[in-house]
Structures are given as structure tokens and as C-alpha cells.
């Protein structure tokens, strides 16, 4: 009676793996399962802050003390960028750890097409064992790397559109209490047209060139002598 050896049935897998890396992967496996599984975003962050300096008087004697209060408050902003963009495989993964995923991409591809599903879960076992004929071990740690990489990247768009929409927010309302202030100032003015009388109205018409000023009736009349 004959037993299947899964040791004697792996390293035949790996031999055969190893001919379809040989003979290269096709287009669109390797453009997927290796091009951009080893992608890196590569991030930036920007922080600046500024902060302005009084502005100095040009004559030091006629400034006021309020005047050199308000120059002596600094104004700070401060602005966050955020940059992410992904690094091509071939400028940022050492060779042998493309060798090793698209060895893993192509040893898949041949136990999905040639071996029964019930035998996948020991090979796997044993393929990660120390008896296994390849180590997928610096290929699995440079694969949780991009994977940190990746989080980090997100959690630096969430971080970037989070201010945005702060700042988005704040200039909305500002824009929002201007229009209220012109509004104000518009039926506070339709108001007053309002309530002014008829007769006011109609002197406020009036061509007053050349005539005098009625306070001049009020001024003390020159000494007789």
C-alpha cells in the first residue's frame, strides 16, 4: 500500500513553480500579484508654521501704548500637507524578495490547478515549517513592512481631509457671518428710509449751494466799539 508523501509532493510543486518563474510569470499575474503587492506609498508630511513679527513704527514718539499692544500680538497659523504617492517595485524591493513572491504566486497558481483542495491546508502547513524546501520568511516580513506602510498612509489622508473639512468649515462661517452683517446693515438702513418723514425727505433735496450754514445765526456777533 502506497502513502502520499506531502514532503516528496511539495518539492516537486516548487521544482515546477520554479520553471513557471523561469519562463515568466504572464502579464497581467505579474502587473497584480507582484507589481502592485510591492508597491510602497511613500509619504510626506509638511508642517509649517508662521508667525509675524511686530511691525515697527516709524516714529517711535507718537505711538500710543494700545498701538504697540495690538503690533506685539503675534498671529500664528499653521498648515498641515499631506503627500502620498507609491514607489515601483523595482525602486524599492530588493530582488530576491520579487523572486520569492512571484515564486508564491506562481506555486498557487499550480495547487489551485492541479491539487485537490483537501491537500492545500497540509501543504501550506508544511511549506511554512522548517523542513519546508523555501524560506518565504524575508518575504512575509518585507510584506507586513508594506502593509505598516500602508496604514500609516491612510491614517495621513484621514488626517489631511479631517483639516480640510476644518477648514472648509471655518471659512463657510465666515462667509456666512458677513452676509449676515450686510444684511443687517441693509434693513437697518431700509429702516431708517422708512421711518424718515416726508418733510425731511424733501430737504434732503434741496440744493444748498451758497447758502449759509445755520449754525453761523448761532456764532456771537463782533464787538462794537
Wanted: charged share 25%; glycine share 2%; aromatic share 2%.
Amino acid at each position: 500500500m502506497f502513502r502520499l508523501s506531502n514532503d516528496k509532493l511539495l518539492a516537486e510543486l516548487v521544482t515546477k513553480a520554479q520553471r513557471v518563474v523561469a519562463n515568466g510569470l504572464p502579464a497581467s499575474i505579474e502587473t497584480h500579484f507582484v507589481q502592485e503587492a510591492l508597491r510602497i506609498p511613500m509619504m510626506a508630511v509638511q508642517r509649517s508654521e508662521s508667525q509675524d513679527e511686530p511691525t515697527p513704527t516709524p516714529d517711535a514718539d507718537s505711538s500710543t501704548p494700545s498701538a504697540a499692544i495690538e503690533q506685539s500680538q503675534p498671529s500664528q497659523s499653521s498648515a498641515v500637507t499631506e503627500a502620498t504617492s507609491l514607489a515601483s517595485a523595482s525602486q524599492s524591493t530588493p530582488d530576491s524578495i520579487t523572486t520569492l513572491l512571484r515564486l508564491r504566486t506562481a506555486l498557487n497558481m499550480v495547487l489551485s490547478n492541479y491539487i485537490p483542495s483537501a491537500l492545500h491546508t497540509p501543504l501550506n502547513t508544511l511549506l511554512k515549517s522548517s523542513s519546508s524546501p523555501v524560506d518565504f520568511a524575508p518575504l512575509d516580513a518585507h510584506l507586513d513592512h508594506i502593509a505598516d506602510a500602508k496604514r500609516r498612509a491612510q491614517a495621513l489622508r484621514s488626517l489631511s481631509d479631517n483639516i480640510s473639512r476644518k477648514r472648509s468649515t471655518v471659512n463657510d462661517e465666515e462667509a456666512e457671518e458677513r452676509e449676515a452683517t450686510k444684511r443687517r446693515k441693509k434693513e437697518e438702513e431700509e429702516a431708517k428710509k422708512k421711518n424718515m418723514s416726508r418733510g425731511v425727505k424733501q430737504l434732503g433735496k434741496v440744493n444748498t449751494t451758497g447758502m449759509m450754514k445755520l449754525s453761523s445765526f448761532f456764532t456771537k456777533a463782533p464787538a462794537k466799539k
